[in-house]
């Protein structure tokens, strides 16, 4: 049997003799001649094929459609009347792997022609009740080879500055952070939770003098939002890093791990990623810009007479997230703001605080979206104890509060939301942008 050869590596193989296995992307039967586009993860190569010299194959050729998965061996021929790179091959055989029935969604809108009316798009909650026959578009395609450079570059990004993967428990026998907006399940003869982040454990590293460490995995959030930005389950790339001299360090380090991640998405798919999804990668520069919250609100008055009651202003609005995009253009000419000076009553009980009763964290927003809530970390067990029983947590983290009491050090850290960068760096909705979405209503495939 021969070795397959990736259609991309195939391109340059002129007059050899290849096997190429795919899903037929198009194909037009005529009298004489068919031709078929095979598609493959790499590239898309046409197959021609002269019915007078392969009556051997016309059998096959009756039983194609669009969607088949076929093996190929043929010869590459360089053909300047070929719109299509330039380049065939003429088949010296063709196996059917597996027919492919009509397709029960359209994956694409068809304008219309003089002949033929136009043809909408299924709807995103169609199209994902057949997820997998979405997912072989080029647009979806390119999109997951963009995430996993993503995922890899900040991966490296971390590598080299030593900090070490994790992955932490998703069951866990306490509700973690706020004691709602978890999903309670059945674990043998008691209760158990999935876990709304990593937090807890990403601490404990640091109490264990880890040190620097990072995690990428599930997420589960038992929001019942129906935005085009939320979701119950997601993949979470977090991290943590001790001995911080304050938060301002943590802002730093995900300022420096995003640019250079974006950096090299570009370098390697921004001209992809223009052409499919019409959006141009910004590589940002340094610094990213830095505003109070009090400061926002009141230029977001200023300018835009956006306003809010009183007790709203420790925390930002949905409303005042997506103005912060266009006042940051204005002023920085830059996409992404970092906003400080949150209440204490808004951020999580963990969250080292100020004298002024300010956490010592931040929000991170890029194209009017948060991204982050980053903060430096209360590690003093004392503190730490009182601010979980403020929030009438006491009991419920005391296995959490047991990481402060045999010494740790100061530390910090973040979460991203890997969805959602995909989301925004490729101008989707959350449905669009997730291998397979979960929501309220969803649940399936």
């Not at 009740?129 to 900040?154: A, G, H, P, S």
């Amino acid at each position: 049997m021969m070795k397959r050869t990736y259609i991309a590596e195939a391109l340059k193989l002129t007059d050899q003799q290849v096997l190429v296995q795919g899903f037929v992307d198009n194909f037009r039967d005529s009298k004489n001649m068919a031709f078929l586009v095979l598609k493959d993860i790499t590239e898309k190569i046409q197959i021609t094929v002269d019915k007078g010299s392969h009556p051997e194959l016309l059998d096959t050729l009756g039983q194609l459609t669009n969607d088949s998965v076929i093996s190929v061996i043929g010869i590459v021929k360089q053909n300047d009347y070929v719109k299509l790179h330039g380049v065939e091959i003429e088949p010296v055989s063709i196996h059917i792997e597996s027919i492919a029935a009509p397709l029960p969604i359209q994956r694409k809108e068809v304008p219309a022609t003089k002949k033929k009316a136009a043809v909408e798009r299924s709807s995103i909650d169609q199209r994902i009740d057949y997820r997998w026959i979405d997912l072989r578009t080029d647009e979806n395609q390119l999109m997951f080879k963009v995430q996993t450079e993503m995922v890899n570059c900040m991966r490296q990004f971390l590598l080299h500055r030593g900090f070490l993967e994790i992955h932490s428990p998703k069951l866990i026998g306490a509700a973690s952070e706020s004691g709602a907006d978890v999903f309670k399940v059945q674990y043998f003869d008691r209760d158990a939770y999935l876990a709304q982040s990593p937090q807890f454990y990403k601490q404990m590293a640091m109490a264990s003098g880890l040190e620097r460490i990072f995690e990428v995995g599930p997420v589960f959030r038992a929001e019942k939002s129906f935005t085009n930005r939320h979701t119950t389950e997601f993949t979470g790339f977090d991290l943590e890093f001790s001995y911080i001299q304050s938060f301002a360090d943590v802002m730093h380090l995900e300022e420096d791990l995003l640019t250079d991640m974006l950096e090299k998405v570009k370098l390697k798919y921004g001209d992809q990623i223009e052409e499919k999804f019409g959006v141009q990668v910004v590589v940002p520069s340094l610094p990213f810009p830095t505003v109070d919250l009090h400061d926002l609100y009141q230029e977001l008055e200023r300018r835009y007479h956006y306003t809010v009651d009183e007790s709203e202003k420790g925390d930002m609005t949905t409303e005042a997230e997506q103005l912060s995009y266009r006042w940051v253009q204005e002023v920085y000419g830059h996409e992404f703001l970092f906003v400080t000076g949150f209440q204490a009553d808004k951020r999580a009980f963990y969250h080292m605080r100020d004298d002024k009763g300010h956490s010592m964290g931040y929000d991170l927003i890029w194209r009017g979206v948060e991204i982050t809530t980053g903060a430096q970390r209360e590690h003093r067990y004392d503190i730490l104890k009182r601010q979980a029983e403020e929030k009438g947590l006491g009991e419920d983290v005391k296995f959490y509060l047991d990481f402060f009491q045999y010494g740790c050090p100061p530390h910090g850290g973040f979460g991203l939301g890997i969805d959602r960068l995909t989301m925004l760096l490729l101008d989707l909705t959350i449905k669009d942008a997730m291998f397979i979405f979960r929501g309220p209503n969803r649940l399936t495939p």
